[in-house]
């Protein structure tokens, strides 16, 4: 029973290196979203989706692009990677038929931009 | 818009003592309303939940109550445990936008 899993977990970038961070869950939830978290700034929504083709953005979108090609997964993408993006990175999933909006996170992927 | 403010910490408190962290929100509408932890090293996990007013939501000795009148929902605990150390996190689900807010996080230190 898997939840969410983050790929990678950890990575260490130069700047103006790409990536892209996998989302993957298999609980047939509809909505996915993408939070960085920094010190003393709480969890704050980079993009989301609420199903498979759609994608929209969040509070904080500025150098990230998202796709969501199939349901299950949700990827998170750095073009050119700058300092600033150096965060704990999480995926969450959520049940549109629950309707409370209850969230299931992965562990985390943590990105260092040098 | 949305939003979510909690004490801010960090919070030191003694094995046994009794643990408030304070929440408030402001919403449209009547959002669901949650407590997540999350333990050193690990993803955030689903504490306790209420979604309408009144409602309490209780687990592992934590208990929440929804009060509209106050927009508040303030986490409490009888008797912390050292294994009750994690940063704690308010949030707000508001079904119109499909989406969650969050409070800035309280890190929680039990010493034993």
């Known amino acids: 029973n898997a939840g969410v899993t983050q790929t990678p977990k950890f990575r260490v970038l130069k700047t103006g290196q790409s990536m892209t961070l996998l989302c993957a869950q298999d609980?047939?939830?509809?909505?996915m979203y993408w939070y960085r978290q920094d010190p003393g700034m709480g969890l704050r929504l980079i993009h989301y989706?609420?199903?498979?083709?759609?994608?929209a953005k969040g509070e904080v979108p500025d150098g990230y692009n998202v796709s969501r090609l199939k349901k299950q997964n949700f990827l998170l993408g750095l073009e050119s990677a700058a300092p600033s993006q150096t965060s704990v990175y999480f995926c969450a999933s959520s049940y549109q038929g629950r309707r409370d909006g209850e969230l299931f996170f992965g562990e985390g992927s943590r990105l260092t931009v040098l | 818009g949305n939003s979510v403010t909690q004490m801010e910490g960090p919070v030191t408190l003694s094995e046994e003592a009794f643990l408030t962290i304070n929440c408030t929100y402001t919403?449209?509408?009547?959002?669901?309303l949650f407590w997540y932890v999350q333990y050193p090293g690990e993803g955030l996990q689903l504490l306790l939940k209420a979604t309408k007013a009144d409602d309490k939501g209780s687990n592992k000795g934590f208990e929440a109550t929804y009060r509209k009148e106050t927009t508040s929902f303030h986490l409490e605990k009888g008797s912390v445990q050292v294994s009750d150390s994690a940063v704690y996190f308010c949030?707000?689900?508001?079904?119109?936008?499909?989406?969650?807010?969050f409070g800035d996080g309280t890190t929680l230190t039990v010493k034993p």
């Open positions: 949030a707000l689900y508001n079904t119109n936008a499909g989406k969650s807010t």
């Open positions: 919403a449209t509408g009547y959002p669901s």
């Open positions: 989706s609420v199903g498979e083709g759609t994608t």
């Open positions: 609980m047939n939830h509809e909505y």
